[in-house]
Protein backbone atom coordinates (compact mmCIF):
# COMPACT_ATOMS: atom_id res chain seq x y z
CA UNK A 1 0.00 0.00 0.00
CA UNK A 2 1.36 3.46 -0.85
CA UNK A 3 1.97 5.93 1.70
CA UNK A 4 -0.92 8.11 2.46
CA UNK A 5 -1.58 11.90 2.80
CA UNK A 6 -3.97 13.75 4.56
CA UNK A 7 -5.65 16.53 3.45
CA UNK A 8 -8.28 18.57 5.87
CA UNK A 9 -10.48 20.00 4.12
CA UNK A 10 -12.41 23.05 5.65
CA UNK A 11 -15.63 24.37 3.82
CA UNK A 12 -17.79 21.92 1.57
CA UNK A 13 -19.47 24.72 -1.04
CA UNK A 14 -18.99 25.71 -4.11
CA UNK A 15 -15.01 24.91 -4.02
CA UNK A 16 -14.72 22.22 -1.85
CA UNK A 17 -17.02 20.18 -3.08
CA UNK A 18 -15.71 20.82 -6.29
CA UNK A 19 -12.18 19.85 -4.64
CA UNK A 20 -13.26 16.60 -3.16
CA UNK A 21 -14.63 14.97 -6.14
CA UNK A 22 -11.82 16.07 -8.02
CA UNK A 23 -9.08 14.54 -5.18
CA UNK A 24 -11.08 11.30 -5.34
CA UNK A 25 -10.75 11.78 -9.25
CA UNK A 26 -7.00 12.28 -9.34
CA UNK A 27 -6.06 10.78 -6.59
CA UNK A 28 -3.92 8.20 -8.50
CA UNK A 29 -2.72 10.63 -10.66
CA UNK A 30 -1.38 12.95 -7.91
CA UNK A 31 0.16 9.53 -6.13
CA UNK A 32 2.20 9.35 -9.49
CA UNK A 33 3.56 12.55 -9.18
CA UNK A 34 4.35 12.34 -5.76
CA UNK A 35 4.72 8.86 -4.28
CA UNK A 36 2.18 9.35 -1.83
CA UNK A 37 -1.83 8.68 -2.06
CA UNK A 38 -3.83 11.79 -1.01
CA UNK A 39 -7.24 11.03 0.76
CA UNK A 40 -9.33 13.49 2.67
CA UNK A 41 -8.76 12.89 6.46
CA UNK A 42 -11.74 15.42 7.60
CA UNK A 43 -14.48 17.98 6.13
CA UNK A 44 -15.41 20.90 8.35
CA UNK A 45 -18.64 22.79 7.35
CA UNK A 46 -20.69 24.54 9.85
CA UNK A 47 -22.71 21.55 10.50
CA UNK A 48 -20.41 18.86 10.39
CA UNK A 49 -16.24 18.34 11.56
CA UNK A 50 -14.11 18.98 14.12
CA UNK A 51 -11.44 21.12 13.13
CA UNK A 52 -8.84 19.91 16.40
CA UNK A 53 -10.06 16.41 15.13
CA UNK A 54 -9.58 17.07 11.48
CA UNK A 55 -6.20 19.45 12.14
CA UNK A 56 -4.36 16.40 13.89
CA UNK A 57 -5.32 13.81 11.28
CA UNK A 58 -4.13 15.57 8.67
CA UNK A 59 -0.42 16.64 6.75
CA UNK A 60 -2.35 19.61 5.01
CA UNK A 61 -5.26 21.79 5.41
CA UNK A 62 -7.46 23.34 2.63
CA UNK A 63 -9.19 26.71 3.55
CA UNK A 64 -12.28 26.81 1.32
CA UNK A 65 -14.47 28.58 3.82
CA UNK A 66 -14.07 31.92 2.78
CA UNK A 67 -14.56 35.19 5.12
CA UNK A 68 -12.05 35.85 8.08
CA UNK A 69 -13.18 34.59 10.96
CA UNK A 70 -12.56 31.84 11.79
CA UNK A 71 -10.43 30.93 8.80
CA UNK A 72 -7.77 33.17 10.07
CA UNK A 73 -7.46 31.72 13.16
CA UNK A 74 -7.77 27.99 11.91
CA UNK A 75 -4.87 29.20 9.06
CA UNK A 76 -2.66 29.93 11.86
CA UNK A 77 -3.19 27.27 14.39
CA UNK A 78 -2.94 24.70 11.35
CA UNK A 79 0.35 26.18 10.52
CA UNK A 80 1.94 26.98 13.89
CA UNK A 81 0.76 22.99 14.29
CA UNK A 82 3.33 22.67 11.28
CA UNK A 83 0.88 21.71 8.83
CA UNK A 84 1.28 23.28 5.18
CA UNK A 85 -2.12 25.32 4.32
CA UNK A 86 -3.89 25.60 0.75
CA UNK A 87 -6.35 28.35 0.61
CA UNK A 88 -8.56 30.12 -2.05
CA UNK A 89 -9.25 32.93 0.41
CA UNK A 90 -8.43 36.95 -0.94
CA UNK A 91 -9.98 38.88 1.55
CA UNK A 92 -8.00 37.06 4.16
CA UNK A 93 -4.75 36.85 2.39
CA UNK A 94 -5.41 41.14 1.36
CA UNK A 95 -6.35 41.83 5.13
CA UNK A 96 -3.82 39.37 7.43
CA UNK A 97 -1.08 37.80 4.63
CA UNK A 98 1.72 39.63 6.29
CA UNK A 99 0.89 38.15 9.16
CA UNK A 100 0.18 34.79 7.76
CA UNK A 101 3.69 34.62 5.35
CA UNK A 102 5.42 35.16 8.31
CA UNK A 103 3.75 32.12 10.20
CA UNK A 104 4.53 30.32 7.27
CA UNK A 105 7.80 31.21 7.58
CA UNK A 106 8.20 31.18 11.27
CA UNK A 107 6.70 27.55 10.90
CA UNK A 108 8.43 26.50 8.18
CA UNK A 109 5.48 25.23 6.30
CA UNK A 110 4.06 26.66 2.94
CA UNK A 111 1.20 28.77 2.87
CA UNK A 112 0.24 28.43 -1.09
CA UNK A 113 -3.02 30.52 -2.49
CA UNK A 114 -3.42 30.49 -6.26
CA UNK A 115 -6.75 30.20 -5.88
CA UNK A 116 -7.14 33.14 -4.50
CA UNK A 117 -6.18 35.45 -7.65
CA UNK A 118 -7.20 34.89 -11.07
CA UNK A 119 -9.27 31.79 -10.56
CA UNK A 120 -7.34 29.31 -12.44
CA UNK A 121 -4.51 32.02 -14.43
CA UNK A 122 -1.48 30.96 -12.28
CA UNK A 123 -0.18 34.13 -11.88
CA UNK A 124 0.64 33.89 -8.35
CA UNK A 125 3.43 30.89 -9.41
CA UNK A 126 4.34 33.01 -12.01
CA UNK A 127 4.96 36.01 -10.16
CA UNK A 128 6.75 34.30 -7.22
CA UNK A 129 8.62 31.55 -9.02
CA UNK A 130 8.80 32.06 -12.72
CA UNK A 131 9.05 36.06 -13.10
CA UNK A 132 10.77 36.17 -9.17
CA UNK A 133 14.00 37.44 -10.95
CA UNK A 134 12.46 39.95 -13.36
CA UNK A 135 11.37 43.33 -11.56
CA UNK A 136 8.52 43.93 -11.89
CA UNK A 137 7.41 47.85 -13.32
CA UNK A 138 3.62 46.98 -13.53
CA UNK A 139 0.78 44.12 -12.99
CA UNK A 140 -2.70 45.25 -15.12
CA UNK A 141 -5.58 42.73 -14.28
CA UNK A 142 -9.11 42.30 -14.97
CA UNK A 143 -9.49 40.04 -12.49
CA UNK A 144 -13.26 39.65 -11.44
CA UNK A 145 -14.97 37.06 -13.69
CA UNK A 146 -18.46 38.94 -12.17
CA UNK A 147 -17.58 42.27 -13.71
CA UNK A 148 -16.06 41.29 -16.39
CA UNK A 149 -19.30 39.00 -17.51
CA UNK A 150 -21.35 42.07 -17.20
CA UNK A 151 -19.54 44.93 -19.35
CA UNK A 152 -19.07 42.62 -21.99
CA UNK A 153 -22.48 41.57 -21.96
CA UNK A 154 -23.30 45.62 -21.81
CA UNK A 155 -20.94 45.60 -24.84
CA UNK A 156 -22.18 43.13 -27.04
CA UNK A 157 -25.82 43.60 -26.66
CA UNK A 158 -26.37 46.67 -25.83
CA UNK A 159 -27.82 45.90 -22.46
CA UNK A 160 -28.34 48.28 -19.30
CA UNK A 161 -26.24 47.27 -16.26
CA UNK A 162 -29.56 45.98 -14.51
CA UNK A 163 -30.11 43.31 -17.41
CA UNK A 164 -26.79 42.51 -17.56
CA UNK A 165 -26.06 41.53 -13.89
CA UNK A 166 -29.41 39.99 -14.00
CA UNK A 167 -28.17 37.85 -16.62
CA UNK A 168 -25.08 36.88 -14.92
CA UNK A 169 -27.08 36.25 -12.00
CA UNK A 170 -29.46 33.86 -13.86
CA UNK A 171 -26.24 31.91 -15.48
CA UNK A 172 -24.30 31.90 -11.92
CA UNK A 173 -21.58 34.14 -12.66
CA UNK A 174 -23.07 36.48 -9.84
CA UNK A 175 -23.93 36.19 -6.61
CA UNK A 176 -27.59 36.51 -5.12
CA UNK A 177 -25.13 39.56 -3.36
CA UNK A 178 -23.01 40.58 -5.80
CA UNK A 179 -21.67 44.43 -4.14
CA UNK A 180 -18.30 43.03 -3.62
CA UNK A 181 -17.52 42.01 -7.28
CA UNK A 182 -19.50 45.34 -8.99
CA UNK A 183 -18.27 47.78 -6.73
CA UNK A 184 -14.84 46.87 -6.87
CA UNK A 185 -13.81 45.02 -3.80
CA UNK A 186 -12.99 42.01 -5.03
CA UNK A 187 -10.73 43.16 -7.74
CA UNK A 188 -9.02 45.84 -4.97
CA UNK A 189 -8.37 42.55 -2.81
CA UNK A 190 -6.93 40.87 -5.90
CA UNK A 191 -4.98 43.37 -6.56
CA UNK A 192 -3.43 44.23 -3.24
CA UNK A 193 -1.96 40.73 -2.99
CA UNK A 194 -0.77 40.78 -6.23
CA UNK A 195 1.15 44.35 -5.67
CA UNK A 196 2.44 42.99 -2.46
CA UNK A 197 4.10 39.83 -4.62
CA UNK A 198 5.01 42.19 -7.69
CA UNK A 199 6.92 44.51 -5.92
CA UNK A 200 8.14 42.93 -2.71
CA UNK A 201 6.80 45.28 -0.45
CA UNK A 202 3.83 45.50 1.93
CA UNK A 203 0.45 46.40 0.53
CA UNK A 204 -2.17 47.26 2.83
CA UNK A 205 -6.15 46.78 1.55
CA UNK A 206 -7.11 50.26 2.71
CA UNK A 207 -3.81 51.32 0.61
CA UNK A 208 -5.94 50.06 -3.01
CA UNK A 209 -8.33 53.17 -4.62
CA UNK A 210 -10.84 51.27 -5.87
CA UNK A 211 -14.45 52.31 -7.77
CA UNK A 212 -16.72 49.43 -9.41
CA UNK A 213 -18.80 49.45 -12.79
CA UNK A 214 -22.28 49.56 -10.84
CA UNK A 215 -22.66 53.19 -11.76
CA UNK A 216 -22.11 52.68 -15.25
CA UNK A 217 -24.71 52.75 -18.36
CA UNK A 218 -25.44 51.78 -21.93
CA UNK A 219 -24.57 55.05 -22.79
CA UNK A 220 -20.86 55.07 -21.29
CA UNK A 221 -20.51 51.40 -23.56
CA UNK A 222 -21.92 53.49 -26.06
CA UNK A 223 -19.36 56.37 -25.89
CA UNK A 224 -16.23 53.90 -25.52
CA UNK A 225 -18.03 51.87 -29.35
CA UNK A 226 -17.85 55.39 -30.94
CA UNK A 227 -14.61 55.89 -29.81
CA UNK A 228 -13.26 52.48 -30.71
CA UNK A 229 -12.90 51.46 -27.31
CA UNK A 230 -13.44 48.44 -25.19
CA UNK A 231 -14.67 49.85 -21.60
CA UNK A 232 -13.24 47.23 -18.53
CA UNK A 233 -12.95 46.96 -15.42
CA UNK A 234 -9.36 47.22 -14.87
CA UNK A 235 -6.73 46.79 -11.26
CA UNK A 236 -3.50 48.71 -11.71
CA UNK A 237 -0.59 48.14 -9.44
CA UNK A 238 2.88 49.95 -10.87
CA UNK A 239 6.17 51.44 -9.79
CA UNK A 240 5.57 55.59 -9.60
CA UNK A 241 7.73 58.09 -8.75
CA UNK A 242 9.94 55.47 -6.26
CA UNK A 243 6.44 54.84 -4.88
CA UNK A 244 3.82 52.30 -5.83
CA UNK A 245 0.27 52.80 -6.71
CA UNK A 246 -2.21 50.66 -6.84
CA UNK A 247 -5.77 50.99 -7.80
CA UNK A 248 -9.61 49.29 -9.54
CA UNK A 249 -11.55 51.27 -11.92
CA UNK A 250 -13.51 50.99 -14.98
CA UNK A 251 -10.92 52.42 -18.23
CA UNK A 252 -10.95 52.39 -21.62
CA UNK A 253 -8.88 49.92 -23.15
CA UNK A 254 -7.78 50.54 -27.10
CA UNK A 255 -8.29 47.68 -29.33
CA UNK A 256 -4.86 46.25 -29.28
CA UNK A 257 -4.50 45.95 -25.65
CA UNK A 258 -3.82 42.38 -24.17
CA UNK A 259 -6.53 42.42 -21.98
CA UNK A 260 -8.91 44.68 -24.54
CA UNK A 261 -10.32 41.09 -25.91
CA UNK A 262 -10.83 39.19 -22.86
CA UNK A 263 -14.47 38.76 -22.21
CA UNK A 264 -17.38 36.83 -20.59
CA UNK A 265 -16.23 35.79 -17.05
CA UNK A 266 -12.44 34.83 -17.91
CA UNK A 267 -9.81 37.08 -15.98
CA UNK A 268 -6.09 37.99 -17.58
CA UNK A 269 -3.21 39.64 -15.86
CA UNK A 270 -0.43 41.63 -17.85
CA UNK A 271 2.94 41.55 -16.25
CA UNK A 272 5.41 44.03 -17.66
CA UNK A 273 9.02 44.38 -16.81
CA UNK A 274 12.16 46.09 -19.26
CA UNK A 275 13.75 42.54 -18.58
CA UNK A 276 10.61 40.30 -19.98
CA UNK A 277 9.01 43.03 -21.69
CA UNK A 278 5.11 41.99 -20.99
CA UNK A 279 3.30 38.38 -19.87
CA UNK A 280 -0.28 37.87 -20.02
CA UNK A 281 -2.29 35.21 -18.59
CA UNK A 282 -5.78 34.85 -19.12
CA UNK A 283 -8.46 31.94 -18.30
CA UNK A 284 -11.58 31.33 -16.50
CA UNK A 285 -11.46 33.25 -13.75
CA UNK A 286 -13.79 31.33 -10.89
CA UNK A 287 -15.80 28.50 -10.37
CA UNK A 288 -16.37 25.35 -8.67
CA UNK A 289 -14.21 23.00 -10.68
CA UNK A 290 -11.92 25.61 -12.12
CA UNK A 291 -10.84 26.51 -8.18
CA UNK A 292 -10.67 23.45 -7.61
CA UNK A 293 -8.20 22.47 -10.03
CA UNK A 294 -6.41 25.37 -9.30
CA UNK A 295 -6.27 24.18 -5.28
CA UNK A 296 -5.08 20.87 -6.24
CA UNK A 297 -2.25 22.20 -7.95
CA UNK A 298 -1.60 24.09 -4.91
CA UNK A 299 -1.56 20.31 -2.96
CA UNK A 300 0.44 18.62 -5.33
CA UNK A 301 3.41 21.37 -5.34
CA UNK A 302 3.02 21.27 -1.47
CA UNK A 303 3.61 17.56 -1.28
CA UNK A 304 6.56 17.52 -3.54
CA UNK A 305 9.77 19.41 -3.35
CA UNK A 306 9.68 21.68 -6.44
CA UNK A 307 11.07 21.49 -9.80
CA UNK A 308 10.43 17.46 -9.77
CA UNK A 309 9.42 16.31 -12.85
CA UNK A 310 8.38 12.69 -12.78
CA UNK A 311 8.37 9.47 -15.29
CA UNK A 312 5.58 10.18 -17.62
CA UNK A 313 2.84 7.79 -16.83
CA UNK A 314 1.29 7.51 -20.14
CA UNK A 315 2.31 7.17 -23.94
CA UNK A 316 -0.30 8.93 -26.08
CA UNK A 317 0.22 8.61 -29.61
CA UNK A 318 0.76 12.21 -31.66
CA UNK A 319 -2.07 12.58 -34.57
CA UNK A 320 -0.12 14.18 -37.09
CA UNK A 321 -3.54 15.17 -39.22
CA UNK A 322 -5.33 17.47 -37.50
CA UNK A 323 -8.19 19.47 -38.36
CA UNK A 324 -7.63 23.50 -38.74
CA UNK A 325 -9.81 26.25 -40.29
CA UNK A 326 -7.00 27.38 -42.81
CA UNK A 327 -6.37 31.08 -44.85
CA UNK A 328 -5.37 30.79 -48.30
CA UNK A 329 -4.33 33.50 -50.60
CA UNK A 330 -4.05 32.86 -54.63
CA UNK A 331 -3.93 35.26 -57.30
CA UNK A 332 -6.26 34.43 -60.49
CA UNK A 333 -6.82 35.15 -63.81
CA UNK A 334 -9.62 38.29 -63.14
CA UNK A 335 -12.41 36.50 -65.23
CA UNK A 336 -15.67 35.60 -64.61
CA UNK A 337 -16.25 32.11 -62.86
CA UNK A 338 -12.87 31.90 -61.19
CA UNK A 339 -14.36 31.94 -58.65
CA UNK A 340 -16.88 29.41 -58.66
CA UNK A 341 -14.55 27.21 -60.06
CA UNK A 342 -11.85 27.68 -57.17
CA UNK A 343 -15.00 26.89 -55.35
CA UNK A 344 -15.88 23.85 -56.66
CA UNK A 345 -11.66 22.45 -57.14
CA UNK A 346 -11.79 23.10 -53.12
CA UNK A 347 -15.08 21.15 -53.08
CA UNK A 348 -13.96 18.03 -54.25
CA UNK A 349 -11.42 17.67 -51.26
CA UNK A 350 -14.64 18.87 -48.76
CA UNK A 351 -13.15 22.27 -48.53
CA UNK A 352 -15.71 24.76 -47.93
CA UNK A 353 -15.07 28.66 -48.11
CA UNK A 354 -16.21 30.68 -45.06
CA UNK A 355 -15.05 34.17 -46.30
CA UNK A 356 -13.47 35.37 -49.09
CA UNK A 357 -12.13 38.78 -50.68
CA UNK A 358 -11.37 39.62 -53.87
CA UNK A 359 -8.90 42.26 -55.00
CA UNK A 360 -8.49 43.83 -58.39
CA UNK A 361 -4.81 43.54 -59.71
CA UNK A 362 -4.89 44.75 -63.38
CA UNK A 363 -5.54 41.40 -65.49
CA UNK A 364 -4.90 38.91 -62.45
CA UNK A 365 -7.18 39.32 -58.59
CA UNK A 366 -6.15 37.95 -55.57
CA UNK A 367 -8.66 35.89 -53.97
CA UNK A 368 -7.98 35.48 -50.36
CA UNK A 369 -10.23 33.29 -48.19
CA UNK A 370 -10.68 31.64 -45.01
CA UNK A 371 -11.87 28.05 -45.27
CA UNK A 372 -14.52 26.17 -42.67
CA UNK A 373 -11.92 23.74 -40.84
CA UNK A 374 -10.80 20.96 -42.35
CA UNK A 375 -8.39 18.03 -41.70
CA UNK A 376 -4.89 19.24 -42.70
CA UNK A 377 -4.34 16.22 -45.77
CA UNK A 378 -7.60 17.35 -47.10
CA UNK A 379 -6.40 21.06 -47.48
CA UNK A 380 -3.00 19.99 -49.03
CA UNK A 381 -4.83 18.00 -51.22
CA UNK A 382 -7.30 20.82 -52.14
CA UNK A 383 -4.00 23.14 -52.66
CA UNK A 384 -2.27 20.81 -54.97
CA UNK A 385 -5.88 21.20 -56.91
CA UNK A 386 -6.00 24.37 -56.92
CA UNK A 387 -2.56 24.90 -57.63
CA UNK A 388 -2.70 23.27 -60.83
CA UNK A 389 -5.85 25.04 -62.12
CA UNK A 390 -4.22 28.11 -61.12
CA UNK A 391 -0.58 27.29 -63.23
CA UNK A 392 -1.42 24.50 -65.61
N1 LIG B 1 -16.73 30.15 -5.87
C1 LIG B 1 -15.71 30.47 -6.64
O1 LIG B 1 -15.78 30.35 -7.86
C2 LIG B 1 -14.41 30.94 -6.02
C3 LIG B 1 -13.33 31.30 -6.87
C4 LIG B 1 -12.11 31.69 -6.31
C5 LIG B 1 -12.00 31.76 -4.92
N2 LIG B 1 -13.07 31.43 -4.14
C6 LIG B 1 -12.89 31.53 -2.68
O2 LIG B 1 -13.07 30.22 -2.12
C7 LIG B 1 -13.65 30.32 -0.82
C8 LIG B 1 -14.91 29.47 -0.79
O3 LIG B 1 -15.84 29.94 -1.74
P1 LIG B 1 -17.18 29.12 -2.09
O4 LIG B 1 -17.78 29.81 -3.26
O5 LIG B 1 -16.89 27.68 -2.16
O6 LIG B 1 -18.06 29.42 -0.77
P2 LIG B 1 -19.42 28.70 -0.32
O7 LIG B 1 -20.05 27.99 -1.46
O8 LIG B 1 -20.20 29.72 0.43
O9 LIG B 1 -18.93 27.58 0.73
C9 LIG B 1 -18.39 27.89 1.99
C10 LIG B 1 -18.23 26.62 2.79
O10 LIG B 1 -17.54 26.95 3.99
C11 LIG B 1 -18.32 26.55 5.10
N3 LIG B 1 -18.19 27.56 6.19
C12 LIG B 1 -18.36 28.90 6.10
N4 LIG B 1 -18.17 29.46 7.30
C13 LIG B 1 -17.91 28.45 8.15
C14 LIG B 1 -17.64 28.39 9.55
N5 LIG B 1 -17.62 29.49 10.31
N6 LIG B 1 -17.39 27.18 10.10
C15 LIG B 1 -17.42 26.06 9.35
N7 LIG B 1 -17.67 26.04 8.03
C16 LIG B 1 -17.93 27.23 7.45
C17 LIG B 1 -19.75 26.50 4.62
O11 LIG B 1 -20.45 25.62 5.46
P3 LIG B 1 -22.03 25.34 5.30
O12 LIG B 1 -22.11 24.42 4.11
O13 LIG B 1 -22.41 24.66 6.57
O14 LIG B 1 -22.66 26.67 5.09
C18 LIG B 1 -19.55 25.98 3.19
O15 LIG B 1 -19.45 24.58 3.20
C19 LIG B 1 -13.87 31.81 -0.57
O16 LIG B 1 -12.76 32.33 0.11
C20 LIG B 1 -13.93 32.40 -1.98
O17 LIG B 1 -13.54 33.76 -2.02
C21 LIG B 1 -14.26 31.04 -4.65
Redesign the pocket.
Known amino acids: MPETFSVGL???????AAFAELLRERAEGVEHVTGLRPELSGV????RGDFDDILENSDLIVE????LD?ARDYVLRAMQAGKHVV??????LARHGEELWECARNNGVQLRFE??VG?VVPVIRVLQESLAGAHVERVTGIVNGTSNFILSQMAEHGSSYAEALAEAQRLGYAEADPTEDVNGADAAAKMAILARLAFDTPVRLDDVRFEGIDHLTADDMQYARDLGLGLKLIGTAERVDGGISVRVHPAFLYPGHPLASVNGSFNAVTIESDAITEVTLSGPG???S??ASSVLGDVISAMIPPASTPETSESLPIVEDVSNAFYLSMEVDDQPGVLAQVAEVLGMQGASIKSVLQRGLGTHARLTMVLHPLLESRFYGAVQLVSRMVYE
Open positions: LGHGTVGLTRSVMGGPTANKQLAAGAGGQT
